[in-house]
């Protein structure tokens, strides 16, 4: 008898030691609702700031400016300066002074990073005209432009950094962990819980801990981002924000995440490649129009497939792609399985994309995480692990001297069979290679009809055109 085949199902239903469902990280961009427009611009440059004419060198001027108060707010402060390069891994430059400011336990700017990137800005050409006149039209470009990195260690959310561009118009990037603001909410509740390396291990009450990580919605993040963003140099000033020229969020990327720790890890990284194995076929449409909970149709523009990757640390990382979305599944430090909706595109769930509306996207990428889960008890749940299946996929030996049979013989050749319900025997003479089963009864009768068989009745035999005669003409039907 072979060893049970141990499926998700008995790893789910008793051995998991916590299971919580938390925002992780979230990245925002930050705009200017009235600087989306080319007549925007014009009145932004003549009415807002007095300028006769719309020249894109005012964006310069403004740029300028800007770049002088980061140098001075960086001196003023003592705050370290990092030039980035092309391949440096931002978060790796800036740890040593995350931890730092860290270290002081005050809210604080940590570091300052600049690099060049591409970034979606107003650019200018001439325009012809028949006076001579000077005229510009303006139109959005992708252009290489500096931008300046804040770090931030901030007593509510930890960790976080705010990216301003330098030219017009001045778009920012804002980025944020859920988890790290769940520690440190924990830690003022007086709630002791023992820490993965993102995440949550243990904790002595996680109702209450799961209370904590529903608590982050749109308005502690937008008290947080509105804060910084009035400590620190920016291109627009206080006049510009009072005649509404300010940044509003939405949100870019943002990951939920559902963390499942096992009470006994030492078989987790078997149990869950074994687990990912037994699924790579998620990726499919139909199975992603489940998960997601969206409808797909042959039409539908978008990617939808299956990924298997590796991890730094050599483990497996399962992909589910839906249009710019996905849902990674991996082994979190070695005991806990997480399950993370990566929502790069709030459209991709129907849901908009400004950060007031950050409860919707978070519900649906909470059920897109309990339907994947769902689907993998499903199709484990139907495993042949019963004793009456391992019967029939071992060969069985027959006493009487038959030998082993194959595939479901064992049951099959004790099977009741009556008369009536068999079809006959070829009348053939039995073959060395092809005999007839010693167990298949014979009968010659023919099967009599069943009451609700509604195969159509034969059709009557037609009957043959009488030859003609021989030396008489065809002649043609009209």
Same mark, same amino acid.
């Given at each position: 008898?072979?060893?049970?085949?141990?499926?998700?199902?008995?790893?789910?239903?008793?051995?998991?030691?916590?299971?919580?469902?938390?925002?992780?990280?979230?990245?925002?961009?930050?705009?200017?609702?009235?600087?989306?427009?080319?007549?925007?611009?014009?009145?932004?440059?003549?009415?807002?700031?007095?300028?006769?004419?719309?020249?894109?060198?005012?964006? &310069?001027?403004?740029?300028?400016?800007?770049?002088?108060?980061?140098?001075?707010?960086?001196?003023?402060?003592?705050?370290?300066?990092?030039?980035?390069?092309?391949?440096?891994?931002?978060?790796?430059?800036?740890?040593?002074?995350?931890?730092?400011?860290?270290?002081?336990?005050?809210?604080?700017?940590?570091?300052?990073?600049?690099?060049?990137?591409?970034?979606?800005?107003?650019?200018?050409?001439?325009?012809?005209?028949?006076?001579?006149?000077?005229?510009?039209?303006?139109?959005?470009?992708?252009?290489?432009?500096?931008?300046?990195?804040?770090?931030?260690?901030?007593?509510?959310?930890?960790?976080?950094?705010?990216?301003?561009?330098?030219?017009?118009?001045?778009?920012?990037?804002?980025?944020?962990?859920?988890?790290?603001?769940?520690?440190?909410?924990?830690?003022?509740?007086?709630?002791?819980?023992?820490?993965?390396?993102?995440?949550?291990?243990?904790?002595?009450?996680?109702?209450?801990?799961?209370?904590?990580?529903?608590?982050?919605?749109?308005?502690?993040?937008?008290?947080?981002?509105?804060?910084?963003?009035?400590?620190?140099?920016?291109?627009?000033?206080?006049? &510009?924000?009072?005649?509404?020229?300010?940044?509003?969020?939405?949100?870019?990327?943002?990951?939920?995440?559902?963390?499942?720790?096992?009470?006994?890890?030492?078989?987790?990284?078997?149990?869950?490649?074994?687990?990912?194995? &037994?699924?790579?076929?998620?990726?499919?449409?139909?199975?992603?129009?489940?998960?997601?909970?969206?409808?797909?149709?042959?039409?539908?523009?978008?990617?939808?497939?299956?990924?298997?990757?590796?991890?730094?640390?050599?483990?497996?990382?399962?992909?589910?792609?839906?249009?710019?979305?996905?849902?990674?599944?991996?082994?979190? &430090?070695?005991?806990?399985?997480?399950?993370?909706?990566?929502?790069?595109?709030?459209?991709?769930?129907?849901?908009?994309?400004?950060?007031?509306?950050?409860?919707?996207?978070?519900?649906?990428?909470?059920?897109?995480?309990?339907?994947?889960?769902?689907?993998?008890?499903?199709?484990?749940?139907?495993?042949?692990?019963?004793?009456?299946?391992?019967?029939?996929?071992?060969?069985?030996?027959?006493?009487?001297?038959?030998?082993?049979?194959?595939?479901?013989?064992?049951?099959?050749?004790?099977?009741?069979?009556?008369?009536?319900?068999?079809?006959?025997?070829?009348?053939?003479?039995?073959?060395?290679?092809?005999?007839?089963?010693?167990?298949?009864?014979?009968?010659?009768?023919?099967?009599?009809?069943?009451?609700?068989?509604?195969?159509?009745?034969?059709?009557?035999?037609?009957?043959?055109?009488?030859?003609?005669?021989?030396?008489?003409?065809?002649?043609?039907?009209?």
């Amino acid at each position: 008898m072979g060893t049970r085949v141990v499926t998700v199902n008995d790893v789910l239903d008793g051995h998991v030691a916590l299971d919580i469902e938390c925002l992780d990280r979230i990245y925002l961009n930050g705009y200017v609702p009235i600087l989306q427009s080319s007549g925007q611009v014009v009145a932004f440059l003549c009415q807002h700031l007095g300028y006769p004419f719309p020249s894109p060198a005012l964006f &310069d001027k403004i740029g300028q400016r800007f770049r002088a108060a980061v140098a001075s707010f960086a001196r003023a402060n003592s705050i370290p300066w990092e030039k980035f390069g092309k391949d440096d891994r931002k978060l790796e430059v800036m740890r040593p002074h995350l931890e730092r400011q860290a270290a002081t336990g005050r809210s604080g700017v940590a570091a300052i990073g600049v690099a060049q990137e591409f970034q979606r800005v107003w650019t200018a050409y001439k325009r012809a005209t028949g006076t001579g006149a000077r005229q510009f039209s303006f139109t959005k470009a992708d252009r290489r432009v500096s931008c300046y990195y804040f770090y931030l260690w901030d007593e509510g959310f930890g960790p976080a950094f705010i990216k301003v561009c330098s030219y017009f118009p001045y778009p920012i990037k804002i980025w944020v962990n859920g988890h790290e603001w769940a520690k440190r909410q924990a830690a003022k509740a007086g709630l002791a819980v023992s820490e993965l390396s993102n995440g949550f291990a243990a904790c002595a009450d996680p109702a209450m801990l799961q209370a904590i990580c529903d608590r982050l919605g749109p308005g502690a993040i937008n008290v947080f981002v509105q804060r910084w963003l009035a400590c620190l140099p920016l291109p627009l000033g206080e006049v &510009d924000r009072d005649a509404g020229y300010w940044w509003e969020c939405s949100m870019r990327q943002v990951e939920v995440s559902r963390t499942i720790v096992f009470d006994a890890p030492r078989h987790a990284r078997g149990f869950f490649e074994a687990l990912i194995a &037994d699924n790579l076929d998620l990726g499919r449409p139909a199975n992603v129009e489940i998960i997601f909970g969206r409808k797909i149709r042959r039409d539908t523009r978008g990617t939808f497939r299956t990924a298997i990757d590796r991890r730094d640390n050599q483990g497996v990382v399962v992909n589910v792609f839906y249009k710019h979305s996905r849902i990674k599944q991996y082994l979190k &430090d070695g005991r806990a399985m997480r399950i993370e909706t990566v929502c790069n595109a709030p459209r991709d769930l129907g849901c908009n994309t400004r950060l007031p509306n950050l409860d919707e996207p978070q519900a649906k990428a909470r059920a897109c995480n309990r339907r994947i889960l769902d689907a993998e008890r499903v199709g484990q749940g139907c495993v042949l692990a019963s004793p009456a299946f391992e019967r029939i996929a071992h060969p069985t030996v027959d006493t009487e001297g038959g030998g082993p049979r194959r595939f479901g013989s064992a049951i099959l050749g004790s099977w009741p069979w009556s008369a009536p319900c068999a079809p006959p025997c070829s009348p053939r003479p039995a073959s060395p290679t092809r005999a007839c089963a010693p167990w298949w009864p014979a009968c010659s009768a023919p099967l009599p009809p069943r009451a609700d068989d509604r195969r159509p009745a034969p059709a009557a035999a037609q009957r043959a055109d009488p030859a003609p005669a021989p030396n008489q003409p065809v002649r043609a039907h009209l």
